[in-house]
């Protein structure tokens, strides 16, 4: 077995960089964070392996800087596994590549039934991957070795996966949908910060009246501050059912939200203070939250025939359509076309011609390829409907 070990200073660092600068082909790069145990998504390991270089792990906090990293591999394709999981965090250390290929969105373009990791590896290449460590700390240091060995198997044959998946996307002829599915990745902008993230809280539907949904914000932003402050995830200091179950019992000293049996957390009791002076802080505010919030959410579709009957007829009859080409040409329908997509089509329609349809689609966010395979197919089940009412909805029936 080989023995890997992590590059933590910065003379080593420059070094590996050299040795990748000088290898061939594309990079492997992966990330890995401690989703579950720390406040952010930072990288804890970066990974990366080149042919003629080998495997390189790198550990972030130790390092800072990783603008050597970045000048050695930045204009190389790198070869990542669900990119979007992996480059929020690798921006944040200021590596950002020019060009990028995903193995498990190509997997998903040629139809594979099963897209992680060691499966895309095992029907591609034939080699087993562990995947033992996938939920770990890996902000723990020092890092065991059977971890660093998996973190290195994530990349030691990626380039192989690269290879033979590019292989399938050519008999397939679906080399132009990867190119275009992997340029909107790359070029996907940073989600905005959400609006009243506090709303999330688990089990909130549960709370009612403005005032206690304000004592809810209230404990909500004392424990992500905390959690900032602790570097640790939210969730493993109070949980969000802990945090609501407090609403709910409205205790009116410190000593009875001590009391709440359900009122539970590593933290739940060593911060009382707190958590006490956040529901007193609720409780005060003139600010106080809405009770219901406007969204611009779609109704379910099993409403539509009662509240937009059209809009369901539509539906109806584009969606078997698009699944029907996303059969022929061998991938999940939602790779095809998002399925949010279609329902906004189909709920308030453009004109019924194939340049308003392509030009709606592509303001959702649709690539070339998926409006080209997609847009006369939407028209045509359009017009169809609108020529052939459903029966159920004829006056008089």
């Known amino acids: 077995?080989?023995?890997y070990s992590v590059i933590d200073e910065f003379s080593r660092f420059e070094e590996a960089c050299r040795i990748l600068a000088a290898g061939t082909g594309p990079v492997a790069v992966d990330v890995e964070r401690a989703s579950g145990f720390r406040y952010s998504q930072r990288a804890y390991l970066v990974q990366v392996y080149r042919r003629d270089a080998g495997v390189f792990l790198f550990d972030p906090p130790a390092l800072g800087d990783f603008s050597p990293l970045q000048a050695a591999i930045g204009d190389a394709e790198w070869v990542f596994h669900a990119a979007s999981q992996d480059l929020p965090s690798l921006r944040e250390l200021g590596l950002e590549p020019s060009v990028i290929f995903d193995t498990e969105l190509a997997a998903r373009l040629l139809g594979h039934e099963r897209v992680g990791l060691a499966a895309v590896v095992e029907d591609t290449i034939g080699i087993t991957?562990?995947?033992?460590?996938?939920?770990?700390?890996?902000?723990?240091?020092?890092?065991?070795?059977?971890w660093l060995e998996y973190a290195a198997l994530d990349v030691l044959h990626l380039v192989d996966v690269r290879d033979?998946?590019?292989?399938?996307?050519?008999?397939?002829?679906?080399?132009?949908?990867?190119?275009?599915?992997?340029?909107?990745?790359?070029?996907?902008p940073p989600r905005p910060p959400r609006e009243d993230p506090w709303r999330r809280l688990s089990g909130l539907h549960q709370v009612k009246g403005a005032r206690n949904l304000a004592v809810a914000r209230s404990l909500w932003e004392a424990r992500e501050e905390y959690a900032q402050q602790q570097d640790t995830s939210?969730?493993?200091?109070?949980?969000?059912?802990?945090l609501v179950a407090a609403v709910l019992a409205g205790p009116q000293s410190k000593?009875?939200?001590?009391?709440?049996?359900?009122?539970?957390?590593?933290?739940?009791?060593?911060?009382?203070?707190?958590?006490?002076?956040?529901?007193?802080?609720?409780?005060?505010?003139?600010d106080l939250p809405k009770t219901r919030v406007p969204s611009d959410a779609l109704p379910p579709p099993r409403a539509w025939s009662d509240r937009n009957p059209e809009a369901d007829a539509r539906l109806k009859l584009a969606r078997p359509a698009i699944e029907e080409v996303a059969e022929g040409?061998?991938?999940?329908?939602?790779?095809?076309?998002?399925?949010?997509?279609?329902?906004?089509?189909?709920?308030?329609?453009?004109?019924?011609?194939?340049?308003?349809?392509?030009?709606?689609?592509?303001?959702?966010?649709?690539?070339?390829?998926?409006?080209?395979?997609?847009?006369q197919k939407i028209v045509d089940a359009f017009v169809e409907a609108a020529q052939s009412p459903d029966p159920a909805l004829a006056p008089g029936s």
């Open 129 to 146: 991957l562990k995947k033992e460590h996938s939920a770990a700390d890996w902000s723990t240091r020092p890092l065991p070795a059977s």
């Open 329 to 375: 040409l061998h991938m999940p329908t939602e790779n095809l076309l998002k399925p949010e997509s279609l329902r906004r089509l189909a709920w308030a329609p453009p004109a019924l011609t194939t340049d308003a349809v392509a030009a709606a689609l592509e303001a959702l966010g649709a690539r070339p390829w998926q409006i080209e395979q997609t847009a």
């Open 1 to 3: 077995m080989t023995e």
């Open 234 to 242: 939210p969730g493993r200091l109070v949980p969000d059912r802990a």
């Open 164 to 188: 033979r998946i590019a292989e399938e996307l050519e008999e397939q002829q679906k080399v132009e949908f990867a190119a275009q599915e992997f340029a909107a990745i790359l070029a996907q």
């Open 255 to 286: 000593q009875a939200l001590a009391g709440v049996s359900a009122f539970t957390g590593r933290a739940s009791r060593t911060e009382l203070d707190r958590w006490w002076k956040a529901i007193v802080r609720g409780r005060e505010t003139e």
